[in-house]
């Protein structure tokens, strides 16, 4: 059975970081594209980066370019994101996915298959 499980979250200040850790299982994800999304009531879901080999493949919304950092341990099966500079409106509930299948673009979450359940941020002023 193929599973995420986020975990890493948390309260956190304004400017302060955080690393979230994607941990699979179930298959080998190692030449699959996997990235972060998030959620908050007001945005609906967001595409944050996406990473398909650690050394390139490497992609990220605007919003994250500068200040998050995705990477993958492939020997590990796990993905994780390094937060910096967190905002308030950072806050959101944070998922890892992965996909089936290599066409698509990352940036749409229809190209994934699979989801973990997600693991909040709050990042409060």
């Given at each position: 059975q193929v599973?995420?499980?986020?975990s890493g979250g948390g309260l956190v200040q304004t400017g302060g970081s955080l690393t979230l850790s994607c941990?699979?299982?179930?298959?080998d994800f190692s030449d699959n594209l996997m990235a972060w999304f998030r959620h908050t009531p007001k945005m609906g879901r967001e595409i944050v980066a996406a990473i398909r080999w650690s050394v390139g493949n490497i992609f990220y919304s605007d919003f994250a370019q500068g200040r998050f950092i995705i990477s993958r341990d492939d020997a590990?099966?796990?993905?994780y994101l390094r937060m910096s500079n967190l905002r308030p409106e950072d806050?959101?509930?944070?998922?890892?996915?992965a996909d089936s299948a290599?066409?698509?673009d990352w940036r749409f979450d229809w190209v994934y298959d699979y989801w973990g359940q997600g693991t909040q941020v709050t990042v409060s002023s």
């Open positions: 599973q995420l499980v986020e941990a699979a299982s179930g298959r590990k099966n796990t993905v806050t959101a509930v944070y998922y890892c996915a290599h066409g698509g």
